[in-house]
């Protein structure tokens, strides 16, 4: 278990959030995407519940809240949840390779100054 409270450790738990959060996000994509245009009202509510991807996406979302705790535990919050947007680069791969959607080259211009941006936050941050 001494492992995990190094740096290999806190690296796990980053890929970790990132694979749950980004997973959550796509299947609940794949949920709404499956239930289609609906009213809201009980059998709505009915069909979420037993939905497959919104089942997966809560799942990921409960994993995600306990990884995210733990890297709390270990990090201060003005540094891991900038960090956290890594999270949109994990949905941006995630919907093109996995959903085969269309990636603009701006959308891939962002992606380059959050990662930019997380570079400079972790020069800065104080060992």
Known sequence: ?????????????????IGFESSGQI????????????DFNL??????????GVLTAIAC??????VWMLIL???????????SSLVFVGVLLGSWLG??????LLHW?????IMGGIALLAEGEET
Do not use: C
């Open 43 to 52: 059998q709505w509510l009915a069909a979420v519940a037993g939905n497959p």
């Open 109 to 113: 211009l962002g992606v380059a100054v």
């Open 99 to 104: 959903l085969g959607e269309q990636i603009s």
């Open 1 to 17: 278990m001494g492992w995990l409270h190094g740096r290999l450790g806190t690296v796990v738990l980053w890929m970790l959030l």
């Open 61 to 66: 979302y409960i994993g995600a809240f306990f």
């Open 27 to 38: 299947a609940t994509k794949v949920g709404g995407d499956q239930l289609g245009q609906m």
């Open 73 to 83: 535990r270990r990090s201060s919050l003005s540094l891991a949840f900038p960090l």
